[in-house]
């Protein structure tokens, strides 16, 4: 199989080096890469929103599977695109098309479909420019923290989080009124505030069937003691303590089976990983948010911790045979650590060179935001790479993560000493 896959970041580092284990691969294509990918596939220089050029080189290489990385190609139609083509409608492409990636790319959508199918999530009201008297009201209604969510994709940066009640309303007023997020905050979720822990889950579904993959928890905050700014994650760990058997079957029933069975409910074709944002609050799951694609850097424990061939399950979804595939998992620990670049995610430079990549061995190093400058690989985005590890418990795992990252340099690098804190 020739497979195309699309995006640059730490996930699709780890995709990549998961489908190239796979017996049924030819020739694996990344666009469009980093320094990372380039070990265990070959780099495409594509646009990822350049649909007529992907176009091109699907038909021109010969490209049997088309893998989406990110959202924004997915919430833009590139499945739409392909399905509507007559000489790339036969090619599948693992991700949903544009109706069901609304789950990700319009919070109103995906609330109003939980309301519609009793999926557990926090009491909601959303509103516009034209609305305004009335998101000010709904705020006065409510007990502080208030949570106000730009309705669009906002690169992970469109949620505030306000204890304030004056400050709340300035910041609403500046979502609608002044464009704080662009396009995203033209409407705006005003959400009641849920206290408890997150974790994240995972699908993947040809529209029929799913499996489940491994639960993981990433780590949002730059500070330790999640302090600080949010990122778009610093680490994660996979299985997740708190999360025992009971709280992951109220999970699969109250959330997962009735996701599944709405969107079918609705005519809405979903093939590909659904991501479910789930919050843990007095041993109740409730949904804080869709993604419609794997999380970043959740899919750096999830799928190392897949012992199932990756490229197996895709052609599952793809000829929606999904039920007939097996998924199996490493029962092992599994960490993660994030090394970003110095003043992420505010300002940070960018064309560091990186040393100690080839001194690791206890550690699989995923490369989120790296380039290569000839034979030496320069830091290229705010978060770099991910230490990954395995070990017969969180702390092993942890432990091996940290040693390998003390080998590894660059100019400015960051990165938190506390990953898993809370679960040790």
Sequence with gaps: MRVLLLGSGGREHALAWKMAQSSILEELFIAPGNAGTKAVGKNVDLSL?????????????TINMVVVGPEDPLVNGIVDFFEGDEELSKVPVIGP????????????????????????????????????????????????PYVLKADGLAAGKGVLIIDNLQEAKKELKSMLADAKFGDASSRV???????????????????????????????????????????????AISPV???????????????IIPTIKGLKKEGIVYKGFI????????????????????????????????????????????????SERDIVFDERSVAAVMMVSGGYPEKYAKGKQIYGLNGITDSLIFHAGTASDGPAVITNGGRVLAATSYGKDL??????SYESIDKIEFDNANYRKDIGFDAL
């Design 49 to 61: 929103s350049d649909f007529k050029g992907i176009k091109k080189f699907v038909i021109e290489n």
């Design 97 to 144: 098309n544009k109706e069901a990636a609304q789950l990700e790319g319009s919070k109103d959508f995906a609330k109003e479909f939980m309301k519609r199918h009793n999926i557990p999530t926090a009491k909601y009201g959303t509103f516009t420019k034209d609305t305004l008297d009335a998101g000010y009201a709904f705020l006065e209604k409510m007990n502080a």
């Design 189 to 235: 979720v005003i959400e009641q505030f849920l206290d408890g822990v997150e974790l994240s889950c995972f699908v993947i579904t040809d529209g029929d069937a799913y499996k489940k993959l491994p639960e993981a928890k990433d780590y949002k905050r730059i500070g330790e003691g999640d302090l600080g700014l949010n990122t778009g994650g610093m680490g």
């Design 241 to 255: 303590p708190f999360a025992n058997p009971t709280f992951l079957d109220k999970i699969e029933n109250q959330v």
């Design 275 to 322: 991501f479910f944002g789930i919050i843990n609050v007095k041993n109740e799951p409730y949904v804080i948010e869709y993604n419609c694609r794997m999380g970043d850097p959740e899919t750096e424990v999830v799928i190392p911790r897949l012992k199932s061939d990756l490229l197996d399950l895709f052609e599952g979804v793809g000829t929606q045979t999904l």
């Design 395 to 400: 702390k092993t795992a942890l432990k091996k």
